[in-house]
Structures are given as C-alpha cells and as structure tokens.
C-alpha cells in the first residue's frame, strides 16, 4: 500500500528552501541554498568566458570557435527579432538565457534548480520588466514612454499600467510552475516506480523542457521588448 502521508512529507520536505549560512551583520542575513547554487552557476559562465576571451585569435580554434559559435548564434536570433536594437539588448538577454539554461537543468547533478524558488523567478522576472520599460525609455525618450501608455486610446491606460504588473507575475508563475511541476512529476515516478523509470524521465524533463522553459522567457521577454520599442 502506497504511504500517501509519507509521500507528502518528503515532497514538501524537498520543496522547502534550505538556508546554507548566515552572514553575520545586521542581526544576521540567511542565505538560501538557491542563493549559492545561482553564485555557483555565475561563476561556472563568468569564469571561463572571462579566460577564453582575454586572449581572443583571428583565426578561432578550440573554446574560442565554441565561444563565437554560441555568440553568434545568440547575434542572430535577437536580430531577427530586435532589428536595429539587437546590439543594444542581445548581451543581457543571452546572459539571462544561458543562465536559466544552466539552472534549469543543474538537477540532473543532484543539485535543487535554484527556478524551484519562487524568489528566484520572481527576481529574474522584475529584472525582465525593468529591461523592458527600460527599452521603451531608450527609444522614446521619458516622454514618448509615458505617452504610450494613453496608446492606442487613453480609456486603456488603467490597463496599460496594470501591465506592468501583470508582466512579472505571468512570467515568474509560468517559470515557476513549469519547474515545480516538471518536480513533482519525478518524485511522483520516483515513489511509484524507484529504479529505472525516474532516470528516463528524470533526463526528459530536468533537459528538455528546462531547455524549453529557458527558451520561453528569454523569447517572451524579447518580444515584450520588441512591442516596446516599436
């Protein structure tokens, strides 16, 4: 007979956000496990570009050929959605995409995907917004972006302002969601099925839709962008 009660436990024992130190100033700042394994991820991307690209050749070879391949690739896409603003906006965003790409799937190394943590979209997702009206400022100048919250007519401008709420909350959620069920299904398979079953399906999600989910807020983010400028 399967525990149910015993199940429960577990999962919300894996869900809860672990604290991993404490800094020792103003009465003590806890630092969630979620914290490090992002610093960790930062430093897993910053360290090596940072070494590759000191000592960058004409002719690419090796990590360098690899490095321009994936910056390239990254040139390409936002230019074909971004236009003429893609130069302006394609480090951040491929920044926030290899990140979320790499935290998507750190489970598959036994390690909790700092996404699982609410703070943690919802950060990422304030920081997408504030790029976003960021954007419009850039390219209408402060008064061209307060304009266009009256547009297409002014009765809609409550709605527009709302927006800027709405936009966090969806992509955070979405995000979040994602993950947290892509979670709970494995441990779901895990309990019913403990062997073999959880690895298959364990590889589908923590990399696949990961990858995807990596994908899809980098993508509506950009877009929100693209509307913004326009």
Known sequence: MIDLDGFAEELMAQLSTNISFTIPI???IPVPESCVVTWVIMAVLV????VITRHLELIP??????????????????????GQYSRKFTPILGSIGLYLAVANVVGILGVKPPTKDLNITLALALC?????????????????WLVSFTKPVALVTPINILELFIRPLSLC????????????????????APVFVPLVFGVYFDIFDGLI???????????FIKEAVE
């Open 213 to 223: 989910q990596a994908f899809v807020f980098v993508f509506l983010t950009t877009l």
């Open 47 to 50: 360290i090596p570009s940072a």
């Open 61 to 82: 070879k090796g990590p360098q050929r690899l490095l321009e391949a994936v910056v390239g690739g990254l040139n390409n896409f936002f230019h074909g959605i971004l």
């Open 128 to 144: 997408s917004i504030v790029l976003v009206e960021y954007a419009g400022i850039y390219a209408h100048g402060p008064k061209g």
């Open 173 to 192: 959620m979405r995000l979040f969601g994602n993950i947290l069920g892509c979670f709970i299904i494995i441990e779901m398979i895990r309990f019913v």
């Open 26 to 28: 103003f009465g003590g």
